[in-house]
């Protein structure tokens, strides 16, 4: 599995996840699950490693959005 690395932890992530709008936070979303898409995980500055279209679904489920992973099965 291939992995990014970012230097934010797992809470500054999902704040920054907050700033963004709905409408880039489903753009990534889609592309995070795509099955054309090989980096699958982030792995945070504390040690986290996650899906990180996990972290993006729960944002825009916060948001009141309908969203399930691999919309295109």
């Not at 992530?13 to 709905?22: A, C, F, G, P």
Request: net charge negative.
């Amino acid at each position: 599995m291939a992995v990014d690395i970012t230097d934010e932890t797992k809470r500054e992530y999902r704040e920054r996840l907050k700033t963004l709008e709905t409408k880039v936070l489903l753009s990534s979303y889609r592309t995070y699950t795509d099955f054309g898409y090989n980096c699958e995980g982030l792995v945070t500055a504390d040690g986290v490693i996650t899906p990180r279209w996990k972290y993006i679904e729960e944002e825009l489920r916060a948001r009141g959005e309908k969203v399930t992973p691999f919309e295109g099965l």
